[in-house]
Each structure stands twice: as structure tokens, then as C-alpha cells.
């Protein structure tokens, strides 16, 4: 399974942006999808993820309310809609594919698959 995560850019503070992750294919093991982000320095963190069937959705305190992750199963595409960006928002954007779980979704080991990841860079 190949992901393909693309959309990121120059925007400045106040702006939107949208990010797209495209998966090759999907398998019985994958049943949802994150995005994670990595600020300059920083460790990868959690932003959000969604449900393939249910569509249900979770999301990182620092992106409630500014981020919505949505899905097109006839595409194998997700999507992160980022309103309202900040500065402390740069980073590069990493989509993940894998189980839908309960626990540790938040964390990398709970995806089996990654993409590229693409910069989004939020000027003050």
C-alpha cells in the first residue's frame, strides 16, 4: 500500500489549506487513516485520524475546532482541511494508514503505513 500525501504550501497566518493523502489500494487491515506533523526540532505528534466505515473522528487538542479530516471511499482519499493556521502549525504533514483502534491511535506504532509527508509552512 502506497500513500501519497500532497497539498501543503506557504500560507499566511489566518489562512486555510487543504492537504489530500490518496492510497494506492485498501486491505482488510486498513480500516482508517491519521495525520500526523512534524514541527521544525520537534518529535512527530498526532493531529488526527478517521474511521473508513463509520467515518467516526479524533482529533489533537491543539487542532480542534481548526481541523477537519474527511473521507472518500471512492477514492481512497482523505483529506485535512486546516483552517484558521498558526504559525506554531508549520511542519511537514505525514499521512498514516492502518487498523482502525481504540487505543494508541494517536501514536505512530498504531499505523502500519506512512506517506512522504508534505511542508505546510504558516507565516505570522
Not at 487543504?18 to 487513516?33: D, E, P, V, W
Not at 481548526?66 to 499521512?95: G, H, W
Request: hydrophobic share 35%; charged share 20%; proline share 3%.
Amino acid at each position: 500500500v502506497q500513500l501519497q500525501a500532497f497539498g501543503g504550501g506557504l500560507v499566511q497566518a489566518g489562512g486555510s489549506l487543504r492537504l489530500s493523502c490518496a492510497a494506492s489500494k485498501r486491505t482488510f487491515s486498513i480500516t482508517a487513516m491519521g495525520w500526523f506533523r512534524q514541527p521544525p526540532g520537534k518529535e512527530r505528534e498526532f493531529v488526527a485520524r478517521i474511521g473508513w466505515s463509520g467515518g467516526s473522528t479524533d482529533y489533537a487538542d491543539s487542532v480542534k475546532g481548526r481541523f477537519t479530516i474527511s473521507r472518500d471511499n471512492a477514492k481512497n482519499t482523505v483529506y485535512l482541511q486546516m483552517n484558521s493556521l498558526k504559525p506554531e502549525d508549520t511542519a511537514v504533514y505525514y499521512c498514516a494508514a492502518g487498523p482502525f483502534r481504540s487505543s494508541d491511535y494517536h501514536l505512530q506504532r498504531g499505523y502500519d503505513y506512512w506517506g512522504q509527508g508534505t511542508l505546510v509552512t504558516v507565516s505570522s
